[in-house]
């Protein structure tokens, strides 16, 4: 395998808690990120899963160095960008770029759709203004829009519209790596999956590597080469997509892969969902961070912070039952007489 | 020529009116505007077309209602209302304006710089709340000692009551802004901070600005006639709309139009820019101009 595009090692941001007016003392640490690390591969599609407030979208923003990370490194093509001047950070923001989740947030409404797509190309000093506008009709077209867009305003454009501007945006100075912060869960579903299919399209065209934030599965499913489940800011697993969904090791990546809604009656009623709320990362539990709502949960967990093995944040890995998501425990009660009525119907048809 | 297959024409873009010609689509803001600028052009051309010279009196005619020769009577000296008005109007105007765009400059700048930079938020709204416990008529006083009563202490003791009120609305406009993932957007674009603030922040501050800017205006010639009045600002004989109604007040029982009609020039004045502002914001907001 060659070497990955980007590299991120023990990523962690913290925000101080202050209280007091002049001599302000510092009263704790919000610990959104803590200790993150994966690596992506050029052309690949790396998923963050998790909860809100787990830490994803921090983690997002630090790999841009969108903020400044408190520990920890994030290398693209080697080269560790938390170390970076001025003149190199701007060369790093060429290929590296970001796509944001609420379309209706990330347009500035006073610049037209053309100049919306053409300013990354001004910042970066590319082309000259004819060939610019060139390329701005060039990447409508690729996004699925028409050139004649370009002279319209964002509030003009739907959500799915929007987003569509938003990528084009994006690739306006020929990225390696897009960002893709929850990029369709202010959508419509019959919207998101446009977007998907034309993000997976774009990806096989211009060989983009994405980092693609998500908290819904099936999407995720269906765009992912590889999947990390982020906990209170650290990663509990990390797999290949059809490894994951086909073994989850992590208790809590069970959990939340039994909590993806099924069309199917006989399985409703089947899953215990996860108890209580996510504890604050001002106060992260000790031990394992999921023990507090961890079925399985020994002395061990409560004590040990468990180290990502094998993929896995789990002291438990090895014992758990392989999981799997085959309810053979038959049907439900109400889901077995619902279905008793409606054979009942059929006959009497 | 039919039978080549001519490319399918592409929809046109409907064209979008100019902010202009939206401005100019209401009637309320239209006559504002065409006000505004009768009202500055009459300031301009003071000397041309005032029908007496505003500083002669009359003796013989002192107090008099609006006749023919004097069409919006005499004030206490038998001098013309209407010359004094339209003299007056240069100063009031210039007094107005001046401390508005001197003060709102700098205020906005200030409220930019806290925004935008938060390491110097604290220490510069302090010292904005520090200004703004003083009343802007005790600037007047305060400078007034130091430079002499006149219409520059006037304008610098306005510009500086005006500075911390625009550096509030700027900077509590500018932090919700900044917290739009535009701005996200063109960081991540790498642009400069000076881009990032003139392209992306400024722009989208602007209603609020508008708004303050168009009520302070009001507020401003108000607070300047109330220093002339003091005997800070205009100095006697120098025509100004609110010396001119201060003046006036000593014979509001017998003749009452010496104070009324000037006054009524304040209103209409600050009334026209009111309209005039709130239109332009609405006519430079792109999601109003269809």
Same mark, same amino acid.
């Given at each position: 395998m060659s070497a990955p595009l980007l590299e991120v090692a023990g990523l962690a941001k913290h925000y101080p808690v202050k209280r007091g007016l002049i001599l302000a003392k510092q009263i704790g640490t919000v610990r959104a990120v803590d200790g993150v690390s994966f690596t992506l591969q050029r052309g690949e599609t790396l998923a963050l899963v998790g909860e809100s407030g787990c830490g994803k979208s921090t983690t997002a923003? #630090? %790999?841009?160095?969108?903020?400044?990370? @408190? &520990?920890?490194? $994030?290398?693209?093509?080697?080269?560790?960008?938390?170390? +970076?001047?001025?003149?190199?950070?701007k060369a790093f923001r060429r290929r590296a770029q970001i796509v944001f989740q609420d379309p209706y947030a990330s347009l500035n409404p006073r610049y037209t759709v053309g100049r919306t797509i053409a300013e990354p190309m001004e910042v970066h000093g590319v082309r000259d203004e004819a060939s610019r506008r060139a390329r701005v009709e060039e990447l409508l077209r690729l996004v699925g829009l028409?050139?004649?867009?370009?002279?319209?305003?964002?509030?003009?454009?739907?959500?799915?519209?929007?987003?569509?501007?938003?990528?084009?945006?994006?690739?306006?100075?020929?990225?390696? #790596? %897009?960002?893709?912060?929850?990029?369709? @869960? &202010?959508?419509? $579903?019959?919207?998101?999956?446009?977007?998907?299919?034309? +993000?997976?399209?774009?990806?096989?065209?211009?060989?983009?590597?994405?980092?693609?934030?998500?908290?819904?599965?099936?999407?995720?499913?269906?765009?992912?080469?590889?999947?990390?489940?982020?906990?209170?800011?650290?990663i509990v697993e990390i797999a290949e997509k059809r490894a994951l969904f086909a073994n989850p090791c992590h208790p809590y990546t069970r959990a939340l892969l039994a909590a993806i809604p099924h069309p199917d009656p006989r399985r409703r009623g089947q899953v215990t969902p996860l108890g209580g709320d996510v504890p604050s990362p001002l106060?992260?539990?000790?031990?394992?961070?999921?023990?507090?709502?961890?079925?399985?949960?020994?002395?061990?967990?409560?004590?040990?912070?468990?180290?990502?093995?094998?993929?896995?944040?789990?002291?438990?890995?090895e014992e758990l039952p392989p999981a799997g998501l085959d309810f053979s425990g038959g049907l439900a009660p109400n889901a077995a007489k619902r279905l008793a009525l409606y054979a009942k119907a059929a006959e009497n048809a | 020529?039919?039978?080549?297959?001519?490319?399918?024409?592409?929809?046109?873009?409907?064209?979008?009116?100019?902010?202009?010609?939206?401005?100019?689509?209401?009637?309320?803001?239209?006559?504002?505007?065409?006000?505004?600028?009768?009202?500055?052009?009459?300031?301009?051309?003071?000397?041309?077309?005032?029908?007496?010279?505003?500083?002669?009196?009359?003796?013989?005619?002192?107090?008099?209602?609006?006749?023919?020769?004097?069409?919006?009577?005499?004030?206490?000296?038998?001098?013309?209302?209407?010359?004094?008005?339209?003299?007056?109007?240069?100063?009031?105007?210039?007094?107005?304006?001046?401390?508005?765009?001197?003060?709102?400059?700098?205020?906005?700048?200030?409220?930019?710089?806290?925004?935008?930079?938060?390491?110097?938020?604290?220490?510069?709204?302090?010292?904005?709340?520090?200004?703004?416990?003083?009343?802007?008529?005790?600037?007047?006083?305060?400078?007034?000692?130091?430079?002499?009563?006149?219409?520059?202490?006037?304008?610098?003791?306005?510009?500086?009551?005006?500075?911390?009120?625009?550096?509030?609305?700027?900077?509590?406009?500018a932090l919700v802004v900044m917290g739009l993932d535009y701005i996200e957007a063109a960081r991540a674009i790498g642009m400069s901070d000076a881009r990032l603030i003139l392209r992306h922040v400024a722009p989208n501050c602007l209603s609020p600005i508008f708004v303050f800017a168009t009520l302070r205006l009001g507020q401003v010639i108000l607070l300047g006639s109330a220093l002339s009045f003091l005997g800070l600002g205009a100095q006697p004989p120098t025509a100004e709309l609110g010396a001119m109604a201060a003046q006036g007040r000593n014979f509001l029982f017998i003749a009452p139009h010496i104070s009324v009609i000037p006054s009524l020039g304040i209103f209409a004045i600050v009334l026209a820019f009111n309209v005039l502002g709130?239109?332009?914001?609405?006519a430079l907001d792109p999601k109003l101009r269809i």
């Open positions: 923003r #630090l %790999v841009l160095r969108l903020i400044e990370p @408190s &520990a920890g490194e $994030v290398r693209f093509e080697g080269r560790d960008i938390t170390s +970076l001047d001025r003149a190199d950070l028409a050139p004649y867009h370009a002279e319209r305003f964002p509030h003009e454009f739907s959500g799915g519209q929007r987003q569509r501007i938003g990528i084009a945006r994006a690739l306006a100075v020929e990225p390696d #790596l %897009v960002v893709c912060d929850e990029p369709v @869960s &202010a959508l419509d $579903v019959s919207i998101q999956a446009q977007v998907v299919n034309l +993000l997976a399209d774009l990806q096989k065209r211009l060989g983009l590597a994405y980092l693609f934030i998500a908290h819904d599965l099936a999407v995720v499913k269906h765009v992912a080469d590889r999947i990390a489940v982020m906990y209170l800011g650290k106060n992260p539990p000790p031990g394992c961070r999921f023990h507090t709502r961890c079925p399985f949960a020994r002395d061990i967990c409560r004590e040990k912070e468990p180290a990502l093995a094998n993929g896995v944040a789990c002291h438990l890995a | 020529m039919s039978a080549t297959a001519a490319p399918a024409a592409l929809p046109e873009a409907p064209r979008r009116p100019s902010p202009l010609r939206m401005l100019l689509r209401d009637a309320a803001a239209a006559a504002s505007l065409v006000f505004v600028v009768l009202v500055v052009l009459a300031a301009l051309l003071a000397d041309v077309i005032s029908p007496h010279d505003p500083f002669a009196t009359d003796l013989m005619a002192i107090m008099q209602p609006p006749s023919a020769q004097y069409w919006l009577g005499t004030d206490g000296q038998g001098r013309d209302i209407l010359s004094r008005m339209i003299h007056g109007l240069r100063v009031t105007l210039g007094m107005g304006l001046a401390s508005l765009v001197a003060g709102g400059l700098l205020g906005a700048l200030i409220g930019f710089m806290a925004a935008f930079y938060k390491r110097l938020d604290g220490l510069l709204m302090r010292l904005m709340d520090m200004l703004l416990s003083f009343p802007a008529i005790l600037f007047g006083l305060a400078l007034a000692a130091i430079f002499g009563p006149g219409l520059v202490s006037v304008v610098i003791a306005l510009s500086i009551a005006t500075v911390p009120l625009m550096a509030r609305i700027v900077r509590g406009a709130d239109a332009l914001r609405d």
